[in-house]
């Protein structure tokens, strides 16, 4: 079964909004990381938080963890033409070593 | 782009060829990985491969078959492919096969005619 799942499948934002991408799992984890990929190219690692973190910041970029509810944001402030493309969270599950567990993505498309 | 570089970029085949897919990083990390992503699925986890020993086999069929020379280097070797087989490759690579980060290459878009 699916280990994330992000929400929504797809945004449509205008430049200069927020986006916000939700992804939820369902075992235990030992971190959670979000990918972007633009279109048929390989991944770009964005943002690793652990399970015993709550929120990190990397430039433009917001990320929450809530381990009670199995579920982690990530939040694009002031977005650009740029930040169009696939984000997708991925778990690695503290009961599977070596996996990376990847959902099927958000599209998210900026409007210039 | 992030390191990890991957040959061909794209590949057309029959289903009675033999051909095969490189990756090679240049971050001196100790395991490296095969991906399947094809249309409207999840990124599928193939292989993976920890200072050059396979720790990792999805079930995945022996018409793929991996090999990992040394830690910089990584092969996939194709043999009689399924047209279903039509996807992009992505190879990836860590510094360590758990709790870190992994860099992907650009992938090979494979097509299986």
């Known amino acids: 079964s699916q280990q994330g799942e992000e929400d929504p499948q797809a945004l449509s934002i205008q430049e200069g909004e927020n986006a916000t991408m939700n992804c939820s799992y369902k075992?235990?984890?030992?971190?959670l990381q979000w990918y972007r990929q633009n279109s048929g190219r390989g991944l770009v690692h964005l943002i690793l938080?652990?399970?015993?973190?709550r929120e990190k910041h990397s430039g433009r970029l917001r990320v929450t963890l809530d381990t009670s509810k199995k579920s982690s944001s990530l939040l694009i402030t002031a977005s650009r033409a740029a930040d169009t493309a696939s984000y997708f969270c991925a778990t690695e599950r503290m009961d599977s070593s070596y996996k990376l567990i990847f959902g099927s993505g958000t599209r998210l498309l900026v409007r210039p | 782009e992030t390191g990890v570089t991957q040959t061909p970029r794209h590949l057309v085949m029959g289903m009675t060829n033999k051909k095969s897919l490189k990756c090679e990083q240049h971050?001196?990390?100790?395991?490296m990985y095969w991906y399947k992503q094809s249309a409207k699925k999840p990124l599928e986890l193939m292989f993976v491969?920890?200072?050059?020993?396979?720790?990792e086999n999805n079930s995945v069929p022996s018409r793929f078959s991996p090999e990992c020379p040394n830690s910089s280097h990584l092969f996939l070797h194709l043999h009689t492919l399924q047209p279903e087989d039509s996807a992009l490759y992505l190879c990836a690579s860590s510094r360590e096969e758990q709790g870190y980060e992994q860099y992907f290459g650009p992938g090979t878009r494979l097509t299986v005619t």
């Open positions: 938080i652990r399970s015993n973190e």
């Open positions: 075992t235990s984890i030992n971190n």
């Open positions: 971050l001196g990390h100790n395991a």
């Open positions: 491969y920890s200072l050059e020993e396979r720790v």
